[in-house]
């Protein structure tokens, strides 16, 4: 199972809490992940990756076991400890401050 | 007896504000959405439990939702994940938050750019949905005003939107432009005596017109002149702010354009200033009174530089013969100190006797008035800036 932290707006979106587990088919990527949550969530599709293009909503950003990898391939696998279970894969709202 | 209920979008969440028939005690609902910006919500007139809702974020996209209990339970009509899609291998795809620009052959032109702000063709791109206009006949039919500029329909109640692509087509898209709110369809109007007649406004574009229920459209802006594009009186590129009709008479159209309120009474054909004596003929909103086609409603605001009332005084103003000759409407609202915007969606009339007006500002009041605007009183003074306001009145 791979864990999901989601931003507040799409936790009330969703009817869920803070994190969220999914189960994933194939690799462990930021694309499968993705594909997954929404399989899960559908209201969620179009939130954080445009509808038709798929990619990534440019305020949307995404850190795996301490790090931005936000402009890695989503292709790319995620870490190791993403992958065990052991660190969640955070999709996180871009600061904007005022 | 009879419920009068406003719809509030605001920049934090959606509110519901509920009186009887009397309209003076008020209950307060929400925030509806909290955090997100409501641009605008709408019940449909044969069903006014069935409410229509513009949820969108500059971080997490466009969100669609329905409630068909007047605002008690929501949902995304295209996100039921209760619903098998077989042809997705029994996966909703989220269609009620998907507007796609039809280019095909068959119904669409492969129109992919507009001009830009540095003049240079711009790709067209999906922001938001600013204006939800549901069926006058169809509580499944809703049309949605979208930027970058197009007009969507849904008949399956905001399960799936297409767009009325003639609009977009038009030999004039390439030259429209964005305003500094960017290039929005903020307005729709339907004709109640002809259902294949629809009216709306872009800024900053123009009015466009149909005859035949969307295929194709014509822009009318004949008489309306714009000191701020290079031809003031072309045929587009003007920056109208929002057109109003009374339901008995849809061939006068009032309009409150960017500088100048203007009028026609050909259908949008042709357009006369009646702007006469207000202080200032820049606003946003314009609104007609539910029981008299010659009674009308402006907010005037100093200037396009300036976006706050004159002399710090927030006054309706009121016309009781289809403009030119106005008068202040003062009583229950401040004259001084106030520096509130109130922006195009955010006025609305009931059908109530005597009329309802309403209106929201940017500094979060929501002000009401029972007595067709001769007083005011504010129902809420402390909400977000509001986006818009819509009222129903159901008995």
């Known amino acids: 199972m791979i864990r999901i932290v989601l931003p507040h707006h799409l936790q009330t979106l969703a009817g869920c809490g803070r994190e969220v587990t999914v189960t994933v088919d194939g690799n462990i990527t930021q694309r499968n992940v993705l594909d997954a949550l929404e399989a899960r969530y559908p209201m969620l599709r179009g939130t954080v990756r445009e509808h038709v293009t798929m990619k990534r909503r440019p305020k949307v950003r995404f850190f795996a076991d301490g790090e931005d990898v936000t402009h890695d391939s989503p292709d790319d696998d995620l870490p190791p400890s993403v992958v065990s279970g052991d660190q969640p894969f955070m999709i996180v709202g871009a600061v904007s401050g005022g | ?395």
């Open chain 2, 1 to 395: 007896m009879t419920t009068t209920r406003i719809l509030v979008g605001t920049r934090k969440g959606a509110f519901i504000l509920t009186s009887d028939g009397h309209r003076q005690d008020w209950s307060v609902d929400g925030p509806h959405f909290a955090g997100w910006e409501i641009y605008h919500a709408k019940g449909s007139p044969v069903d006014p439990d069935r409410i229509y809702v513009s949820q969108t974020s500059s971080w997490f996209g466009q969100i669609i939702q329905r409630s068909d209990d007047g605002g008690k339970t929501w949902f995304q009509p295209g996100s039921d994940s209760s619903v098998d899609d077989a042809e997705n291998g029994g996966i909703p795809q989220g269609e009620s938050n998907k507007f796609v620009y039809d280019t095909s052959e068959a119904t669409g032109k492969p129109l992919s750019t507009h001009q830009w702000y540095d003049g240079t063709q711009h790709p067209w791109e999906f922001a938001r949905v600013w204006h939800l206009e549901p069926s006058l006949d169809d509580p499944d039919t809703c049309y949605a005003g979208v930027e970058d500029a197009a007009l969507f329909k849904t008949a399956d109640g905001g399960a799936t939107w297409h767009e009325l692509a003639g609009l977009r087509g038009h030999e004039s898209g390439p030259g429209w432009a964005p305003g500094a709110g960017g290039m929005c369809l903020h307005t729709i109007v339907l004709d109640p005596l002809n259902p294949d007649r629809i009216f709306c406004a872009i800024s900053a574009a123009g009015a466009f017109r149909t005859n035949d229920a969307g295929k194709t459209w014509h822009p009318i802006n004949q008489g309306l002149r714009s000191e701020q594009i290079p031809n003031p009186t072309a045929e587009v590129g003007h920056c109208v702010h929002h057109i109003e009709i009374h339901p008995a008479n849809p061939n006068t159209l009032y309009m409150q354009k960017h500088w100048d309120v203007m009028r026609s009474d050909d259908g949008g054909d042709t357009w006369r200033e009646v702007s006469g004596n207000l202080p200032s003929d820049f606003g946003f909103p314009i609104a007609v009174n539910s029981h008299d086609p010659e009674t009308i409603y402006v907010v005037p605001i100093l200037s396009d530089s300036l976006h706050y009332p004159p002399d710090g005084k927030l006054r309706v103003y009121r016309s009781r013969t289809g403009g030119e000759k106005w008068e202040a409407l003062t009583e229950g609202l401040p004259q001084q100190h106030c520096y509130v915007n109130v922006l195009r969606d955010a006025m609305a009339v009931d059908t109530g006797e005597p009329c309802g007006v309403y209106f929201g500002t940017t500094g979060g009041q929501v002000y009401a008035s029972n007595d067709s605007g001769d007083s005011w009183t504010p129902v809420v003074r402390d909400l977000p800036a509001v986006l818009s306001i819509e009222v129903q009145t159901i008995s």
